[in-house]
């Protein structure tokens, strides 16, 4: 059958790079065509799967690291009823907070590469996608794969655990 493809969030350039000019062509690959067997997960997820790719977002990587070490927490933001074999349909979601409520983003599973490779968040393991998936849809609620150069890790911590974050300066105690 068909897969889905995201009318809401295109495999264009924008959904890259925003507003700015392109740095390079991208092309978007769905995970079979980047590997012979994708899974969604390899023997769970862990924190140790995460690997920071071409944009400045080492604060979200740090807050999907941190999110795997609850299970709770974490098959709230990425469910478990989803994979690459049974029912597989290029679609997989999310949830994430937003304005006081879990909001459930929906992502087809092309993914951004250069030369076969993703570009942006992978894991370690070649053939697992649930963290490059996840990024698409957190790049998704926030425009673009771009607009996630420079955040906060509070921020983020707070869009995948729905709590509340406080920053305390070390340095000032």
């Keep these: 059958g068909t897969l889905f493809e995201d009318p809401e969030f295109l495999c264009t350039g924008a959904s890259v790079w925003g507003s700015k000019d392109p740095k390079f062509r991208v092309q978007w690959l769905r995970p079979s065509e980047i590997c012979s067997y994708p899974k969604l997960f390899v023997e769970g997820a862990s924190r140790f799967d995460v690997v920071q790719g071409s944009v400045g977002n080492c ?9 795997t070490l609850s299970n709770e927490l974490f098959g709230r933001v990425v469910p478990n009823d989803q994979s690459f074999d049974v029912d597989y349909a290029g679609i997989f979601h999310f949830r994430i907070w937003k304005a006081n409520r879990w909001i459930d983003v929906v992502v087809d599973d092309r993914l951004p590469t250069l030369d076969g490779q993703l570009i942006f968040m992978k894991s370690r393991s070649g053939d697992e996608f649930w963290s490059a998936l996840l990024e698409k849809a957190y790049a998704k609620m926030h425009g673009s794969y771009e607009a996630l150069s420079g955040g906060s890790a509070c921020e983020a911590m707070e869009d995948f655990t729905g709590g509340v974050t406080e920053q305390i300066d070390l340095k000032r105690s």
């Design 59 to 67: 604060w979200m990587v740090a807050s999907v690291a941190n999110l």
